[in-house]
T-cell receptor
Framework: GALVYQYPRRTICKSGTSMRMECQAV??????VAWYRQSPQKTFELIAL?????????EQNFTQEKFPISHPNLSFSSMTVLNAYLEDRGLYLC??????????????FGEGSKLTVL | AQKVTQTQTSISVMEKTTVTMDCVYE???????LFWYKQTASGEIVFLIR??????ENATEGHYSLNFQKPKSSIGLIITATQIEDSAVYFC?????????????????FGHGTILRVHP
């Protein structure tokens, strides 16, 4: 089945430092990867949608300068949170999209990378 | 803009019973996909079941099934024979299919989740 691994699972960083997280699709080719942040209140925000060989599309309030993403192949993506501050804390989730005939956009998620900022 | 609303904050049930979780959505698009995911205590988000808007039949997947009422923009999740392990936070999500080029935005809009507690 489709598996998505994310690491690290948890990071505690000092305010103003950066955190890099990785997302690995195992057993399938992820045509695109969506990075989400889940707040402590459990709400989801889409940060960006990344498709291999295409420009990464960032949502409003999220920028490449703050959340640079690398997506070199169909099984791997990484994202960095630069200069993390308290408002950046949360669970960062990587959702990998499987190519399917119905073009449903169904995502398979990893376990997330939890960021705590001190 | 799309919106997904889960009005139930939490539900408690006894194991082996049936539970229904509500979800209503808003979209102007005629073609869309509806998903239910659950988030376990570890944070993992697990895909459960999907309903395609053009399908009239309610989707079923193991002990999960959906109550799709398109005129009401409602997609309830039904879990039969609940187990302790079903305790989790359940999220309803929607994705629309853009009408122009069929380009896939891939964006899922999530509800705020419903906490399910299954008691022995």
């Amino acid at each position: 089945g489709a598996l998505v691994y994310q690491y690290p699972r948890r990071t505690i960083c000092k305010s103003g430092t950066s955190m890099r997280m990785e997302c690995q699709a195992v057993g399938f080719q992820a045509t695109s990867v969506a990075w989400y942040r889940q707040s402590p209140q459990k709400t989801f925000e889409l940060i960006a949608l990344s498709t291999v060989n295409s420009a990464i599309k960032y949502e409003q309030n999220f920028t490449q300068e703050k959340f640079p993403i690398s997506h070199p192949n169909l099984s791997f993506s990484s994202m960095t949170v630069l200069n993390a501050y308290l408002e950046d804390r949360g669970l960062y989730l990587c959702g990998a999209r499987v190519r399917d005939r119905g073009n449903t956009g169904q995502l398979y998620f990893g376990e997330g990378s939890k960021l705590t900022v001190l | 803009a799309q919106k997904v609303t889960q009005t139930q904050t939490s539900i408690s049930v006894m194991e082996k019973t049936t539970v229904t979780m509500d979800c209503v959505y808003e979209t102007r698009d005629s073609s869309y996909f509806l998903f239910w995911y659950k988030q376990t205590a570890s944070g993992e988000i697990v895909f459960l079941i999907r309903q395609d808007s053009y399908k009239k039949e309610n989707a079923t997947e193991g002990h999960y099934s959906l109550n799709f009422q398109k005129p009401k923009s409602s997609i309830g999740l039904i879990i039969t024979a609940t187990q302790i392990e079903d305790s989790a936070v359940y999220f309803c999500a929607m994705r629309v299919s853009p009408l122009n080029t069929g380009a896939n935005t891939g964006k899922l809009t999530f509800g705020h989740g419903t906490i399910l507690r299954v008691h022995p």
